[in-house]
């Protein structure tokens, strides 16, 4: 995500595939095709309002990272501002009820954290841009966009952990099956914490740039040095 173009469009094309997943059921607006218990009319809307935001900044991210649209930075601070303030600061408050109406312990916690955090790397990366500090800006993106793509990586991993159960002794089909809602708060609190620490370890894996006094040139290592 740091300079290659492929990653981010990799990740814009899996955005819009998983995006249309998770709002397709929802497009018909009606209470019965929701795939979520829900208890009423007013947690169908939250629940809704969630959903529709998050595919809003699950698809515009990986565009924050594209280095074309970055260079056009009219460009670049429209599509953030729409990714923060039409996705994330939605998503993340009202996935706070959602989370708490869940009834499940692992998801009440899980996906509370992350939607607090959702919130606060979104703004600590919004007032680094605004000081024009735009490397600090961009590692708070990256982080923010870990969190958004729990849609992603949390649906990848409850599959994996149902599987690697097969072993144990839950290896018929009806088995895994009943498995299945224990391991979706369990999938989407790994997802989010995988995705920070894969966030945090390209952060750190950064070559770091040599600092040279102002006004000279570096020189190369093999160069004479000069006579004294």
């Known amino acids: 995500m740091r300079n290659g173009r492929p990653v981010a469009w990799l990740l814009f094309g899996v955005a819009i595939v998983v995006g249309l997943v998770l709002t397709y059921p929802y497009l018909s607006l009606d209470l ?15 629940l809704v309002a969630h959903i529709f935001t998050a595919a809003v900044a699950l698809v ?14 009219r460009v670049h601070r429209a599509l953030g501002r729409v990714y923060l303030l039409a996705g994330v600061l939605p998503s993340a408050v009202a996935g706070i009820p959602v989370a708490l109406w869940s009834g499940r312990p692992v998801t009440q916690v899980g996906l509370t954290t992350a939607a607090v955090l959702w919130l606060v790397t979104g703004v600590l ?3 680094a841009a605004r000081r024009r500090d735009f490397a600090t800006h961009r590692a708070w993106m990256m982080r923010n966009y870990a969190l958004t793509f729990l849609a992603v990586t949390s649906r990848v991993l409850v599959p994996l952990l149902l599987l690697a159960q097969i072993p144990f002794g839950g290896a018929e089909p009806g088995a895994i099956a009943e498995r299945a809602p224990a391991m979706i708060p ?5 997802g989010w914490i995988l995705n ?3 966030v945090e370890w390209l952060l750190r894996r950064r070559p770091r740039r040599p600092r040279h006094t102002a006004g000279r040139s ?6 004479p040095a000069p006579p004294r």
């Open 32 to 46: 019965a095709d929701s795939r979520l218990d829900v208890r009423g009319g007013p947690h169908y809307a939250v």
């Open 60 to 73: 515009l991210g990986p565009l924050q990272f594209v280095p074309r649209i970055r260079a056009r930075r």
């Open 125 to 127: 990366a919004f007032r």
């Open 186 to 190: 369990v999938g989407q609190t790994l």
């Open 196 to 198: 920070l620490l894969v």
């Open 218 to 223: 570096p020189r190369p290592a093999d160069a």
